[in-house]
């Protein structure tokens, strides 16, 4: 299994960004998708996860309203829709994948992507 994860950048306090993750894998429907982060001195937290098949899914309460986890089916992609973003989501986020059970752990992931930068300034 392999991710590949894309879309971080540069913006102000409010805006948005798009994350991509695409995964290369044979068979995918009994994975689950989540999106991590690591800020600057701070261990990673779990942001969100997807399970692929019936799209389950789960937020950090942090991040609970603003950001949406979806997948496209079609293209094995895993997308992480941040709106109203804040300082303090600055962050590298990584994507990650693991078989069946949802978590929040990021030890239980097996398969991790390389990250994406994420600054959002006041």
């Known amino acids: 299994v392999q991710l590949q994860a894309s879309g971080g950048g540069s913006v102000q306090a409010g805006g948005s960004l798009r994350l991509s993750c695409v995964v290369s894998v044979r068979t995918f429907s009994n994975y689950v998708m989540g999106w991590f982060r690591q800020a600057p001195g701070k261990e990673r937290e779990f942001v969100a996860s997807?399970?692929?098949?019936?799209?389950?899914?789960d937020y950090a309460d942090s991040v609970k309203g603003r950001f949406t986890i979806s997948k496209d089916s079609g293209k094995t992609i895993v997308y992480l829709q941040m709106n109203s973003l804040r300082p303090e989501d600055t962050a590298v986020y990584y994507c990650?994948?693991?078989?069946?059970?949802?978590?929040?752990?990021?030890?239980?992931?097996?398969?991790w992507g390389q990250g994406t930068l994420v600054t959002v300034s006041s």
């Open positions: 997807i399970r692929w098949s019936g799209g389950s899914t």
């Open positions: 990650a994948a693991k078989w069946m059970v949802m978590t929040r752990t990021a030890n239980e992931y097996d398969y």
